[in-house]
């Protein structure tokens, strides 16, 4: 699998954004996805995720409320959309694609394949 990110930019603090990844191979529905962000300086931490199926999300607390992860397995993409952005939101950030179509993980070192990371810079 191969994961292309897109849709970052620079937005006021308030605002909002969506994230795009698109996949390339034929079983996109096999694989959980993920969105992982990474600040200058900091690991790279969990966003969201959601099941092969879609029918499952999870999400990192300091997102849970603000944004929403998706997917259609039949343009092979997931988003990201991002509302309410703070500052502290500035990051590079990843998608990422885990075997385990089931149970999506939090864990970085559960996800097989990355895309090249989009950056989101949020001002006050």
């Known amino acids: 699998v191969q994961l292309q990110a897109s849709g970052g930019g620079s937005v006021q603090a308030g605002g909002s954004l969506r994230l795009s990844c698109a996949a390339s191979g034929r079983t996109f529905s096999m694989y959980a996805m993920g969105w992982f962000r990474q600040a200058p300086g900091k690991e790279r931490e969990f966003v969201a995720a959601i099941s092969g199926s879609g029918s499952s999300t999870y999400y990192a607390d300091s997102v849970k409320g603000r944004f929403t992860i998706s997917r259609d397995n039949a343009k092979k993409m997931v988003y990201l959309q991002m509302n309410s952005l703070k500052p502290e939101d500035t990051a590079v950030y990843y998608c990422?694609?885990?075997?385990?179509?089931?149970?999506?993980?939090?864990?970085?070192?559960?996800?097989?394949?990355w895309g090249q990371g989009t950056k989101l810079t949020v001002s006050s």
């Open positions: 990422a694609a885990e075997g385990d179509r089931w149970s999506p993980s939090d864990k970085t070192y559960e996800y097989d394949y």
